[in-house]
């Protein structure tokens, strides 16, 4: 899922966002994480999951204990946001991104998701087995023989839907 974020994102807005696969912002953006000030909490394992392991501890308190604006760079500067561009050219880079993407193998790409949805779950030694058994279904998916034969033909992929 790609998230195209501009003007205020704020309280369930930002919760939104931070579930997404990747995050682009427009320049304008103003986020804020105020829940407190409303009494109540940043749940549905957004705001309270999500947050600190993105930010890590520090920035995650100073987000929800504080609750104030920040802006579109400072989301970068932090990891919740992969690019900021030109209100104008948001939409247009969302796009590309996601055209980008379905150049892939959607095999690849789901089981890409799956992992990095597993670490932030899984301890270590269990997250080593599924990254594991993941190669080992994607090593044996035809798409894994497909990539490679279609760059030595210097061709575009022809990735299966399965």
């Not at 104008?88 to 095999?107: G, H, Q």
């Not at 997250?127 to 994607?138: A, G």
Request: aromatic letters at 8%.
């Amino acid at each position: 899922m790609i998230a195209a974020i501009h003007g205020y994102c704020i309280g369930g807005g930002t919760a939104l966002g931070w579930v997404c696969d990747i995050r682009i912002a427009a320049e304008n953006s103003v986020f804020r994480a105020g829940d407190a000030y409303l009494g109540i909490l940043p749940s549905w394992g957004m705001g309270l999951t999500r947050l600190p392991r993105y930010v890590g501890r520090n920035r995650a308190l100073d987000i929800l204990l504080i609750g104030e604006n920040f802006g579109a760079k400072e989301a970068f500067d932090m990891g919740l946001v992969t690019r900021v561009v030109p209100r104008a050219k948001l939409m247009d880079e969302c796009n590309a991104v996601a055209r980008r993407i379905c150049k892939a193998s959607p095999t690849a790409i789901r089981a890409t998701r799956q992992a990095v949805a597993g670490n932030l779950r899984k301890s270590w030694d269990d997250m080593v087995r599924f990254e594991s058994e993941l190669c080992d279904m994607m090593f044996a998916h035809p798409d894994a023989h497909e990539g490679p034969k279609a760059f030595s033909e210097k061709r575009e992929p022809r990735f299966s839907n399965s």
